[in-house]
């Protein structure tokens, strides 16, 4: 169970080509059977649909509830927050997505994982990289694939069910991935770059332009003096509507929040809680089971490591006899005591140092050997008195410089030999200077090493806020519910209160937050399923806050919306006012005019020169990126003529192309072949999903349950 148990906890791991956060507590059941993912034909009982059919809100369910106890076993957690849950929510539907429309996709192309492939996998020539890990000696870094056959051969012979349950999982698990891998792989091949789009990607880079030119950017004229009528406004939506349709739902939320965070009276009463049970606590004969009632967790029999115990209240725990009692500890917003209830050994040492990390400017004799007088000029001002932390801040090069230097407790084994061995020998204070592969350490042993484990029961309490301060705050958010029956109403009240409104300008369907505020999925599910204006009840978020939203504004995949658009409608309305009047005052300067200086002068700008201008880089002098210019001036093979006015991204502009130079011959783009189809091929590996959604119409309703 314990290689098992490695596995599942380094195989958290996102199948990449799919883009799916599958750890391997989300099993996948169906890959031989869709049918039993689908039932219910009433919409209320539907969690969404796959090219037509339904999918039951039981079966969803229950498929989460199985993946949701898989988590918790994985974790070791018996209650999971409303972030976790809705991440396993996220992967459970992903899992659903994938087991129907990819498997679909499998069988009609005929992919499968044979048993010689998954036996390759296991342990033959192409092994998992998950199994090559939790099978290599820690001590010697060695990978033996016997070992892999001896555990599967006792597991199987063996009578632990629970063990081949787990590995039947990780099977499925590679077969899953391995037939991703198969097709993305075959999308990826069907790909590829034309000799013309290569040669067009060379000539776009090669080919330049000396070109003059003199702009009027839009950014001269203020908007406040372009007046944007609402008629306007539409008129100008109405005619490029579809540059406005929504690309996925979302709504628009002004809430307010209380705060019933706990008062001075409710930290005071857990406090006399907290010294009140350790004569408690320490009378107790059973440990686990005082625990268990009286904390706000559960007992962990497992005997722990130094290091995943409190800093403060680690020296005591490893230092006193069964039965001692420490504590009140307050720490993190709760008070917690600590009973040392067992001690036993570990089978490899835990250490503890601190380093300073020089690493060499290079990779001759020359850049150690100063690398090595730099460590060790460094130690001798420690061995005067200076801080080590202080010197670790100031010359570290690695991450441990921001914390002293301080590498925390690590097992043996876990640092590269020199180190481990150095620190493994020597003693508490001891100082000294070490070179490994990384560089050269200044190395200060803070602690011994030690093997003890402790086994402590821990009670602790968390300060939250009592029943007379959520009903205070609940009682004030019920009387502004009651008298804001629409959003006028609403901010009438915000108004006269004097509240602070906030505005979630973007909330999914999915979302489990508001701007903010975390463990928000009610006010999530409460604007999906709202209309616009309404005001909701009082809703609570996260522990300690409640909420009062108005709906104001409805965005709907597919539509274009005024009202959603109006901002990204005035804009762009203002910028082409901007265009057509700066476009006229050009192509008057240009009237009768030959010459680039001459317009110049007439508009009062500076003719700006553009040594080596190409299609592929959009940024202009001066002016900032405008692609339209820059394909403009490609597209241009008149030389010495005055053109314009063009209406570009940012500016309008008058230009001279004085000098094209070709770009140099080439007969071979086999490089810019390779680029473009790279390119295509990462792009179809991470998107093929989404686009798979979008062919088989994929509906989600999980909005409306959860």
Same mark, same amino acid.
């Given at each position: 169970?314990?290689?098992l148990?490695?596995i599942r906890n380094?195989?958290?791991?996102?199948?990449g080509a799919?883009g799916l956060?599958?750890?391997?507590?989300?099993v996948?059941d169906?890959?031989?059977?869709?049918?039993?993912l689908?039932?219910?034909?009433?919409?209320q009982?539907?969690?969404g649909?796959i090219?037509? %059919?339904?999918?039951?809100?039981?079966?969803?369910?229950?498929?989460?509830q199985y993946?949701?106890?898989?988590f918790?076993?994985r $974790?070791q *957690?018996?209650?999971?927050?409303?972030?976790?849950?809705g991440q396993?929510?996220d992967?459970t539907w992903?899992?659903?997505?994938?087991?129907?429309?990819?498997t679909?996709?499998y069988?009609?192309?005929?992919?499968?994982?044979?048993?010689?492939?998954?036996?390759d996998i296991?342990?033959?020539?192409?092994?998992?990289? *998950?199994i090559?890990?939790s099978?290599t000696d820690?001590?010697t870094g060695?990978?033996?694939?016997n070992?892999?056959?001896r555990?599967?051969?006792?597991?199987t012979?063996?009578?632990?069910?629970?063990?081949?349950?787990?590995w039947?999982e990780?099977e499925?698990f590679l077969?899953t991935?391995?037939?991703q891998?198969?097709?993305?792989?075959?999308?990826k091949?069907g790909? #590829?770059a034309t000799s013309?789009?290569?040669k067009n990607?060379?000539t776009?880079r090669? *080919?330049?332009s000396?070109?003059?030119?003199?702009?009027?950017? #839009?950014s001269?004229?203020?908007d406040?003096?372009v007046?944007?009528?609402?008629?306007?406004l539409k008129s #100008?939506f109405?005619?490029?509507?579809?540059?406005?349709?929504?690309?996925e739902?979302?709504?628009?939320?002004?809430?307010?929040?209380?705060?019933f965070?706990?008062?001075?009276?409710?930290s005071?009463v857990?406090q006399?809680?907290?010294?009140d049970q350790v004569a408690?606590f320490?009378?107790?004969?059973?440990?686990?089971?005082y625990?268990?009632?009286?904390?706000?967790s559960?007992?962990?029999?497992?005997?722990?490591?130094?290091s995943?115990y409190p800093?403060?209240?680690q020296?005591r725990l490893?230092?006193?006899?069964v039965? @001692?009692?420490?504590?009140?500890i307050f720490?993190?917003?709760? &008070?917690s005591?600590?009973?040392?209830?067992?001690?036993?050994?570990?089978s490899?040492?835990?250490?503890?140092?601190?380093h300073?990390?020089?690493?060499p400017?290079?990779?001759t004799?020359a850049?150690?050997?100063?690398?090595?007088?730099?460590?060790?000029?460094?130690?001798?001002?420690?061995r005067?008195?200076?801080n080590?932390?202080?010197?670790a801040g100031?010359f570290?090069?690695?991450?441990?410089k921001?914390r002293g230097?301080d590498l925390?407790?690590?097992?043996?084994?876990q640092?590269?030999k %020199?180190f481990?061995?150095?620190?493994k020998?020597?003693?508490?204070?001891?100082?000294f200077?070490?070179?490994? *592969?990384?560089g050269?350490?200044?190395?200060?042993?803070?602690?011994?090493k030690?093997?003890?484990?402790?086994c402590a029961?821990v009670?602790?309490r968390?300060?939250?806020?009592?029943?007379k301060?959520s009903?205070?705050?609940?009682s004030?958010?019920?009387?502004f519910?009651?008298?804001s029956r629409?959003s006028?109403?609403?901010?009438?009240?915000v108004? %006269?209160?004097?509240?602070?409104?906030?505005?979630?300008e973007f909330?999914?369907?999915?979302?489990?937050?508001?701007?903010? &505020?975390?463990?928000?999925r009610?006010?999530?599910?409460?604007a999906?399923n709202?209309?616009?204006?309404?005001?909701?009840?009082?809703?609570?978020?996260?522990?300690d806050?409640?909420?009062?939203a108005?709906?104001?504004l409805?965005?709907?995949?597919?539509?274009?919306?005024?009202?959603?658009?109006?901002?990204?409608? @005035?804009?762009?309305?203002r910028?082409?006012?901007k265009?057509?009047?700066l476009?006229?005052q050009?192509?008057?300067?240009?009237?009768g005019t030959t010459?680039?200086?001459?317009v110049?002068r007439?508009?009062n700008?500076?003719?700006?020169p553009?040594?080596?201008q $190409?299609?592929?880089?959009?940024?202009?002098?001066y002016v900032g990126?405008?692609?339209?210019?820059?394909?403009?001036?490609?597209?241009t @093979?008149?030389?010495?003529?005055?053109?314009?006015?063009?209406?570009?991204d940012?500016?309008?502009?008058?230009y001279?192309?004085?000098?094209?130079v070709?770009?140099?011959?080439m007969?071979d783009f086999?490089?810019?072949?390779?680029?473009?189809?790279?390119?295509?091929?990462?792009r179809?590996?991470?998107?093929?999903?989404?686009?798979?959604?979008e062919?088989k119409?994929?509906k989600?309703n999980?909005?409306?349950f959860y």
């Amino acid at each position: 169970m314990a290689i098992l148990t490695k596995i599942r906890n380094r195989s958290g791991l996102a199948i990449g080509a799919v883009g799916l956060a599958l750890g391997l507590f989300v099993v996948s059941d169906a890959l031989n059977s869709n049918s039993a993912l689908f039932g219910g034909s009433s919409q209320q009982n539907n969690v969404g649909e796959i090219d037509g %059919e339904s999918i039951g809100i039981k079966q969803f369910d229950d498929k989460l509830q199985y993946n949701l106890e898989n988590f918790k076993k994985r $974790t070791q *957690q018996e209650n999971l927050d409303e972030a976790t849950q809705g991440q396993v929510r996220d992967q459970t539907w992903n899992q659903m997505l994938n087991d129907f429309m990819l498997t679909k996709e499998y069988d009609q192309l005929g992919l499968i994982v044979g048993e010689e492939e998954l036996s390759d996998i296991i342990y033959g020539n192409n092994i998992h990289a *998950q199994i090559k890990q939790s099978f290599t000696d820690p001590k010697t870094g060695v990978f033996d694939v016997n070992n892999v056959k001896r555990y599967l051969k006792q597991m199987t012979e063996g009578t632990d069910e629970a063990a081949k349950a787990q590995w039947k999982e990780f099977e499925d698990f590679l077969v899953t991935e391995s037939l991703q891998r198969k097709y993305s792989s075959l999308l990826k091949k069907g790909l #590829y770059a034309t000799s013309l789009e290569a040669k067009n990607l060379y000539t776009g880079r090669t *080919q330049s332009s000396e070109v003059n030119f003199v702009a009027l950017a #839009y950014s001269t004229i203020a908007d406040s003096t372009v007046v944007a009528e609402e008629g306007d406004l539409k008129s #100008y939506f109405k005619k490029n509507m579809e540059k406005y349709k929504e690309r996925e739902n979302s709504r628009k939320l002004e809430f307010v929040v209380w705060d019933f965070a706990p008062t001075t009276e409710d930290s005071a009463v857990v406090q006399k809680w907290a010294f009140d049970q350790v004569a408690q606590f320490q009378a107790s004969e059973n440990d686990t089971a005082y625990v268990d009632v009286n904390s706000d967790s559960k007992f962990i029999a497992a005997a722990r490591k130094r290091s995943e115990y409190p800093e403060s209240v680690q020296n005591r725990l490893f230092t006193e006899p069964v039965g @001692t009692v420490i504590g009140p500890i307050f720490e993190g917003g709760k &008070y917690s005591i600590y009973k040392v209830s067992g001690i036993s050994e570990d089978s490899v040492y835990s250490m503890r140092a601190s380093h300073i990390l020089i690493r060499p400017e290079g990779a001759t004799d020359a850049d150690t050997l100063n690398a090595t007088k730099k460590a060790n000029d460094i130690l001798a001002r420690i061995r005067k008195g200076e801080n080590f932390a202080t010197l670790a801040g100031e010359f570290g090069t690695d991450g441990t410089k921001d914390r002293g230097g301080d590498l925390g407790w690590f097992p043996e084994g876990q640092m590269v030999k %020199e180190f481990n061995d150095a620190v493994k020998n020597g003693k508490k204070g001891d100082q000294f200077v070490l070179k490994t *592969q990384f560089g050269v350490h200044v190395i200060k042993i803070t602690e011994d090493k030690t093997k003890k484990l402790v086994c402590a029961g821990v009670l602790e309490r968390s300060i939250e806020a009592s029943e007379k301060t959520s009903s205070a705050a609940y009682s004030d958010a019920s009387q502004f519910a009651a008298t804001s029956r629409n959003s006028e109403d609403f901010n009438k009240n915000v108004e %006269e209160k004097k509240m602070l409104k906030r505005v979630a300008e973007f909330v999914r369907e999915t979302d489990n937050f508001l701007p903010g &505020y975390s463990e928000a999925r009610e006010a999530v599910r409460w604007a999906f399923n709202a209309k616009n204006g309404d005001v909701s009840e009082v809703m609570t978020v996260g522990k300690d806050k409640y909420v009062i939203a108005t709906l104001t504004l409805i965005r709907e995949k597919g539509k274009a919306n005024f009202e959603a658009a109006k901002d990204r409608v @005035t804009t762009d309305y203002r910028k082409d006012m901007k265009a057509e009047k700066l476009m006229e005052q050009l192509k008057t300067a240009m009237d009768g005019t030959t010459t680039l200086d001459a317009v110049s002068r007439k508009i009062n700008q500076t003719v700006t020169p553009i040594a080596a201008q $190409t299609f592929e880089n959009g940024s202009i002098p001066y002016v900032g990126y405008d692609n339209s210019f820059a394909g403009t001036i490609a597209g241009t @093979t008149s030389i010495n003529k005055l053109s314009g006015p063009v209406k570009g991204d940012a500016a309008v502009y008058a230009y001279q192309v004085s000098k094209i130079v070709p770009a140099p011959a080439m007969t071979d783009f086999s490089q810019q072949k390779t680029e473009l189809s790279s390119a295509l091929q990462q792009r179809v590996e991470y998107g093929y999903f989404e686009i798979l959604k979008e062919l088989k119409n994929v509906k989600d309703n999980r909005f409306l349950f959860y």
